[in-house]
């Protein structure tokens, strides 16, 4: 089954507060890891033309994050979407300026 990630890019993950990624990849916080990384997947190929007709998705994780389109800019769950329709083994990326957090 293909996926939509929005992904993260690395200076969104570099904004996290610090120890907020190591933090994620103790044993012991697993669930929550997975959490929030499933927050940025949706189940099927979603490209850009389709998205920006939502208003929300689905997440892997079963909640939702809105999708809003404001002066021409998208947003997911209010990261602003940087790049769109990266082809990928799994789908596609849009890339986002933010690390959402279920």
Known sequence: ???TIFAPTDEAF?????GTVA?????ENK????????YHVVAGE??????VEM?????VNGADVTIQIEEGTVRVHG???LATDVPCE????????EVLMP
């Open 31 to 38: 669930e929550q890891l997975v959490s929030m990384l499933t």
């Open 46 to 51: 979603v490209p850009s033309d389709q998205v």
């Open 1 to 3: 089954m293909p996926f």
């Open 79 to 81: 990261a602003t979407v």
């Open 90 to 97: 799994v789908g596609l990326i849009h890339a986002i300026d």
């Open 14 to 18: 570099a904004a996290l507060p610090e």
């Open 23 to 27: 933090n994620l990849l103790k044993p």
């Open 55 to 59: 208003t929300a998705a689905k997440t």
